[in-house]
């Protein structure tokens, strides 16, 4: 099976701009994950996407947003993006059940906002 | 709130050493999972080992094994006959059993083998 991928890898982006990313997960994994992981704030969560729902949200702000297609896609757009937006933006996907699942990260979208 | 504390920011080994990784967490929940995930140089992260926290059993997975301590809420993971690949970050992370992918994470230990 294919793993995780995430496009694009490295992203340049300006302030005030808005930026999205994409995650497709393994085949037949409908559980998406998102990951923001900065040097000073380590690895935070973001949402959880499954089934094409919102199950989980992490404390960030509005400006970040996701959405999952029903092929398990899925996007997360960042709007009106500031300097402390820069940060490596982790995908991960499962089956679903947590009691079984393994979750897989991707290789991650590098997001420079200058 | 769960939260994760991994107290040793860096250390090292000797190739073909045994070191262990220390982590302790918080929380008032009965039923979770435990992950030590691998984080290379540049490259992705990969799951090391998982232990349910109603499993008395403390998790194997090859030369990776944990030192699970429910009450003391502690998790450690042990690395035998360490190699040079096994240069990378270690996070030890935290996950309720109920429906929830909110997975908590510690603030990573790099690790290094030394030749």
């Known amino acids: 099976k294919a793993g995780v991928t995430q496009t694009p890898r490295y992203l340049i982006k300006t302030r005030g701009q808005q930026v999205t990313l994409s995650c497709s997960p393994i085949s037949g994994h409908r559980s998406v994950s998102w990951y923001q992981q900065t040097p000073g704030q380590g690895l935070q969560f973001l949402f959880e996407y499954f089934s094409e729902t919102q199950r989980n949200k992490g404390n960030f702000p509005g400006r970040f947003s996701g959405r999952q297609f029903s092929n398990s896609?899925?996007?997360?757009?960042?709007?009106?993006?500031?300097?402390?937006?820069?940060?490596?933006?982790?995908?991960?996907?499962?089956?679903?059940?947590?009691?079984?699942?393994?979750?897989?990260?991707?290789?991650?979208?590098?997001?420079?906002?200058? | 709130a769960q939260t994760v504390t991994q107290s040793q920011p860096e250390m090292s080994v000797q190739e073909a050493e045994t070191v262990t990784l220390s982590c302790t967490y918080d929380t008032s929940e009965n039923n979770y999972y435990l992950f030590w995930y691998k984080q290379p140089p540049s490259r992705q992260m990969i799951l090391v080992i998982r232990q349910e926290a109603y499993k008395q059993q403390n998790a194997t997975e090859n030369r990776f094994s944990v030192n699970f301590q429910k009450a003391a809420k502690s998790f450690s993971l042990k690395i035998s006959d360490s190699q040079l690949g096994d240069t990378a970050m270690y996070f030890c992370a935290f996950m309720r059993s109920s429906n929830n992918n909110d997975m908590r994470f510690g603030a990573g230990t790099r690790l290094t083998v030394k030749p």
């Open chain 1, 73 to 114: 896609r899925s996007e997360m757009n960042v709007s009106t993006l500031e300097l402390g937006d820069s940060a490596l933006y982790l995908c991960a996907s499962r089956g679903g059940d947590p009691s079984t699942d393994t979750q897989y990260f991707g290789p991650g979208t590098r997001l420079t906002v200058l």
